[in-house]
């Protein structure tokens, strides 16, 4: 059964410094997101992306965070300066369709830490 | 925004009892997803529900969503270890992302 997949699995990062996320979506899948869960919270929209673009992003997603498609299976998030506050579980999810037509399937995420 | 709330926060069930979790909606669903997590790890779907009254079943676990659609509630018949683990509700907003519950705990108790 294909599924999405991320990696890597954790991330120990220090304060500053650059991260990417990789994800590798579902082959036939159209839209593309990233949620975050910070420990003991909600499971958080970050942002969504279609035909090479973001389509919609939260006020979390702020100039700090960019997302790619670098090629036609990969999936990146890159947060440019980590701060402490970003440390969370990131998830990867994607979508043959839009909304109710459209299930979101999910990676199993990336623990990043920042210290 | 839609703001969901699901209760209880956790539960602790004998293995082999019946169980229900709610997930209530500040608003009017248009979609309600239930996901089973297990601890640190991602999200699996369960069951999509769209129209007032909607019941839908996967093995022992039952999803309904009220009429009004405001409500959802989760049920499992006959509880077993593999069932334990974090249940999420999550609501479709607009048509880009998903918004969730804080997620409901369940511990099975041989």
């Known amino acids: 059964e294909p599924e999405v997949t991320q990696t890597p699995s954790h991330q120990v990062t220090q304060m500053g410094q650059e991260v990417i996320l990789r994800c590798v979506p579902i082959?036939?899948?159209?839209?593309f997101y990233w949620y975050r869960q910070i420990l003991g919270q909600k499971v958080e929209f970050l942002v969504s992306?279609?035909?090479?673009?973001?389509?919609?992003k939260s006020e979390i997603f702020d100039d700090q965070f960019s997302v790619e498609r670098p090629d036609g299976s990969n999936f990146t998030l890159k947060i440019r300066s980590t701060k402490l506050e970003d440390s969370a579980m990131y998830f990867c999810a994607s979508s043959p369709n839009l909304g109710l037509a459209g299930e979101q399937f999910f990676g199993p995420g990336t623990r990043l830490t920042v210290l | 925004s839609q703001e969901l709330e699901q209760s209880p926060q956790s539960l602790i069930v004998q293995e082999g009892k019946n169980l229900t979790i709610n997930c209530t909606s500040s608003?009017?669903?248009?979609?309600l997803y239930w996901y089973k997590q297990k601890y640190g790890e991602g999200l699996i779907f369960l069951m999509m529900l769209q129209k007032g009254g909607e019941e839908k079943s996967h093995e022992k676990i039952t999803a309904k969503l009220d009429e009004k659609k405001q409500q959802s509630s989760l049920h499992i018949t006959a509880s077993q270890p593999s069932h334990a683990g974090i249940y999420l509700c999550?609501?479709?907003?607009?048509?880009?992302?998903?918004?969730f519950g804080q997620g409901t705990r369940l511990t099975i108790n041989p």
């Open positions: 082959s036939n899948h159209l839209y």
């Open positions: 992306f279609y035909n090479n673009e973001i389509s919609e």
């Open positions: 608003k009017t669903l248009y979609g």
């Open positions: 999550g609501a479709v907003q607009g048509a880009q992302k998903l918004v």
